[in-house]
């Protein structure tokens, strides 16, 4: 059998990896400015990540979710803890879109209604209803395909009003800062409207920190920067450094009911261990304070660089806009320079590296940066 032939390959074959560092096969050292798309929260292979892993692998793998497993206690114990939503209810499931497609299936259950407005350029996953949401036609096949999904103008708030004064909309997603769609931080000013306009309406408000949570924006999640509180967070990505984990963070006035929601691995003890492992590392490294003063030190120097049309984001999720192609340059900082970088579209690099960047290794990147743009430049 060979593989169903979907993602573009580079010609590098990762062996090892550690830190912000990857190696290939041929011994090939890398810095990671990628992350595995915005996954490694905590560096690769952290020993306090391996060692609870491997100690709970050797206690109990798996088990369904019909016994108790404390372990799920105490992840949704921690997780509240740290991100200041001590009250909320966790639901755990593997991935992302299957974070997103809970989301949207509770807020039509509680509301009892179908329509879902998001936002131009989001992204929101591959599922039904995620990808129902996703605004990019590419990926919608025709039975994904659904008049429900209601797709806005980014920081419109005029359509936006009209839409929930239909009194159909069951709820609004948006991404804490938008990723792939190219690194759009969404205004305070247009996340108050949402989060008024979802209230006055009766619909729910969902934010999707998938990408932009877990401490990579400097603050735990990126809409913390506001003073918005959403009735829903979708979460994945940097939750278990590259273990499949996703989680739903609902509201404490949302009532739930056996057989609601369900799923057969999420929240499993080695998911969990690797959440809680996470965690603790981040506490411990204080992570967050790092993609702070990292991020910013990166976005201050890069703003430096005229050949940047638009330096965008917030801590360790930074979008790079350029007037030209930046194919060649992506490629030269990987050959060259053996620095990983991410894309979106044929212009933007994002740059999403493990939160324990060091100053030195952003120093680094940004001097590779300086003579991969010179080369572009000439060539
Ligand atoms: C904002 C956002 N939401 C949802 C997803 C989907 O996550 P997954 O690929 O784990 O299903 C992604 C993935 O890139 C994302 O960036």
Redesign the pocket.
């Known amino acids: 059998m060979k593989l169903f032939d979907v993602y573009p390959l580079f010609d590098i074959t990762p062996v090892k990896a550690e830190g912000c560092y990857v190696w290939d096969s041929e011994g090939k050292k890398y810095l990671d400015l990628y992350g595995g798309?915005?996954v490694i929260s905590v560096g690769h292979s952290h020993p306090h990540y391996i060692g609870r892993i491997t100690s709970q692998l050797n206690q109990i793998g798996f088990y369904s979710n019909s016994v108790q497993i404390p372990q799920q206690k105490e992840l949704a114990e921690k997780l509240g803890k740290i991100s200041g939503y001590n009250d909320y209810q966790l639901f755990l499931c593997?991935?992302?879109?299957?974070?997103?497609e809970n989301a949207i299936k509770l807020a039509s259950f509680i509301t009892q209604r179908k329509k879902i407005v998001s936002f131009k350029k989001?992204?929101?996953?591959?599922?039904s209803a995620?990808v129902a949401v996703?605004d990019n036609p590419k990926i919608v096949a025709p039975v994904n395909a659904s008049p429900n999904a209601v797709i806005l103008p980014f920081d419109d708030v005029q359509a936006l009003e009209e839409s929930l004064k239909t009194g159909e909309i069951a709820a609004v997603i948006i991404?804490?800062i938008?990723?792939?769609g190219g690194i759009h931080v969404p205004s305070e000013a247009f996340m108050t409207q949402i989060e008024r306009l979802c209230k006055q309406h009766g619909a729910l408000f969902i934010i999707?920190?998938?990408?932009?949570g877990y401490g990579r924006s400097g603050r735990f999640f990126a809409h913390q920067y506001t003073s918005v509180k959403p009735d829903i967070i979708?979460v994945?990505?940097g939750m278990a450094n590259g273990f499949?984990v996703?989680g739903v963070l609902i509201a404490p006035e949302i009532q739930p009911w056996h057989g609601m929601l369900g799923t057969t691995f999420g929240g499993n003890y080695l998911a969990c261990a690797a959440s809680l492992a996470v965690l603790e590392i981040m506490e411990s490294e204080k992570l967050v304070d790092n993609a702070a003063k990292v991020g910013n030190y990166l976005i201050e120097k890069l703003k430096g660089f005229s050949q940047i049309k638009e330096v965008r984001g917030l801590g360790l999720m930074i979008g790079l806009e350029f007037e030209f192609p930046i194919k060649d340059l992506r490629n030269e900082l990987l050959k060259k320079h053996g620095i990983f970088t991410g894309v979106s579209g044929t212009h933007i690099v994002r740059l999403l590296p493990p939160l324990s960047l060091s100053m030195e290794q952003a120093d680094i990147f940004l001097s590779a940066f300086e003579k991969a743009l010179a080369t572009v430049a000439v060539t």
Do not use: V
């Open positions: 798309h915005a593997n991935s992302g879109a299957e974070a997103n989001g992204f929101h996953g591959r599922t995620a996703t991404e804490g938008q990723g792939i999707d920190e998938i990408q932009s979708t994945a990505k499949p996703g």
